[in-house]
């Protein structure tokens, strides 16, 4: 009740099929969220827990959340096969009014960032090419080549306002930090892909990636109180970085007579550095750099096709290192992400797909994983020296994962215009931690789900269900400790209608 969360949103498709050979597709999605109230976080793992969804903040806002997607898409499909796809991505996000930033009733500091439609709007445009080898029966040969490039621009404006009480902070009350950060970037990849039938029966498929990304940021701050003319505490300064990379990939497969498939691939993964925002504090540098992330990915699977289909089971055991792993981190007072590389992770585990037909109406699926995700390299930064945290796991990262699915499906005797479904759902979440010191944790907790559904032509009606059993737990919570609790169990109806 204490934000009256409510979502508009649309997906529209307009599509031309030009004849046997070119397609035109035009989509724009968009949504529009509004959050009354305050940012539902408790101040502790602890206040979160004893006190479950009851915030005590004094400061309401509404959040403004709006996302708008279009998109453009060519296709040709003859002995060559061409797409393009042209997309530009918006979304402006603010809050009408200053919202608390101190998660108490204490007026102590509140964070500002309604300074316009200028500021606090991502943009986004991309544009995407791929040319492929069409289908030919008796090809041993098959390739995909592309181009993709992008262009953002993120221009962030935010004020962190201290309010009566603000010197428990650091600051004098009544007055306000605010920072600028003029995002811009741009970056540009060249793929391609073979993949070569050796046998009757094993394929080798080999693929290369090549990506150039620059980035750039103006940043800056200043400090302003009532009767006296803006102080400058941080100058404008402008940063500039380039990032490129190879990014291999291989596949080796092999297809045995009875519907099964093993394979073992390798990938070596990328992900551009950046600048991170400038923030209101003179002490720090104006602006931080980190470096890129790279991994390499290995993975063995087998994908099982019995009883005539009507049981599938995909098993795969994967291992992964990352080198400068990318850690973003949440600052206060001002609220802002500042990602530093936090040294190396290795991860490995075993992931399992089952799905089984039952009679004519049953579907069963199982899906699960275990996983060890841990810092084999970490050094941060302490207040008497550095601080090691080897050994540490890595944050958001569940040891185990477990989804059991139960599905009835049937058309009801006396009309066979009427499909019923029903669907129950039982999830399993292992340990999960919040921050690098491994002291924010979450301990596994089960969340069991469930729908009930008529449908009759284009018209549906379903009651649904979810947390039944009321489990208590925390989905994401902050390094600085402050945490936001699951939703509770919650019941509804909906009605669909398909035209």
Do not use: C
């Amino acid at each position: 009740k204490y934000d009256k969360r409510n979502t508009l949103l649309g997906n529209y498709y307009l599509r031309y099929l030009a004849d046997q050979y070119w397609s035109f597709t035009l989509n724009f999605k968009h949504s529009g969220a509004r959050n009354n109230g305050a940012f539902p976080l408790a101040g502790s793992f602890e206040q979160a827990m004893e006190e479950p969804f009851r915030l005590n903040q004094n400061t309401l806002t509404r959040m403004v959340d709006n996302v708008s997607n279009a998109s453009f898409v060519v296709d040709y499909a003859g002995r060559l096969d061409f797409s393009s796809q042209t997309s530009f991505q918006s979304n402006y996000r603010i809050y009408e009014d200053p919202i608390d930033g101190d998660f108490s009733p204490m007026d102590i500091v509140s964070i500002v960032n309604n300074y316009g439609k200028d500021w606090n709007k991502v943009n986004v445009w991309t544009q995407e090419f791929r040319l492929s080898s069409g289908e030919e029966e008796n090809s041993n040969f098959s390739w995909l080549v592309g181009l993709f490039g992008f262009v953002k621009e993120d221009p962030v404006k935010q004020g962190t306002y201290f309010g009566e009480i603000g010197d428990l902070y650091g600051s004098a009350p009544y007055s306000t930090l605010v920072t600028t950060n003029r995002g811009k970037s741009n970056g540009i990849a060249l793929f391609g892909q073979g993949e070569y039938r050796l046998t009757e029966r094993l394929d080798l498929a080999i693929g290369l990636r090549y990506d150039r990304e620059h980035r750039e940021l103006t940043g800056g701050g200043e400090f302003l109180m009532e009767g006296m003319d803006p102080i400058v505490i941080q100058a404008d300064t402008t940063g500039k970085v380039d990032f490129s990379a190879l990014s291999p990939k291989a596949v080796l497969s092999y297809n045995f007579p009875n519907e099964q498939l093993l394979f073992l691939s390798y990938s070596r993964g990328f992900r551009a550095g950046g600048l991170s925002q400038v923030t209101g504090d003179p002490s720090q540098p104006a602006l931080l750099g980190y470096e890129p992330e790279f991994s390499n990915n290995f993975e063995l699977g087998l994908k099982n096709e019995l009883l005539n289909k009507r049981l599938r089971w995909n098993l795969s055991a994967f291992y992964t290192t990352v080198r400068d792993i990318q850690v973003p981190q949440l600052t206060l007072p001002e609220a802002f992400v500042i990602t530093r590389n936090e040294g190396e992770l290795t991860s490995m585990g075993i992931e399992s797909e089952l799905t089984a037909l039952i009679g004519k109406n049953f579907m069963l699926t199982w899906n699960g994983g275990v996983v060890d995700a841990e810092f084999k390299e970490l050094l941060i930064a302490g207040e008497q020296d550095n601080e090691s945290l080897t050994g540490n796991k890595q944050l958001f990262t569940p040891a185990f994962t477990s989804n059991l699915i139960v599905q009835y499906n049937k058309t009801l005797d006396n009309s066979r215009d009427i499909q019923l479904l029903a669907r129950a759902e039982w999830l399993w979440l292992g340990t999960t931690y919040f921050d690098l010191q491994n002291t924010l944790r979450q301990d596994p907790y089960h969340l069991v789900n469930a729908r009930l559904g008529l449908q009759k032509g284009p018209i549906g009606l379903a009651l649904w269900a979810r947390n039944i059993l009321d489990t208590r737990y925390v989905d994401y919570a902050y390094n600085f400790g402050a945490a936001h609790l699951g939703d509770p169990a919650n019941y509804g109806i909906s009605v669909r209608l398909d035209f």
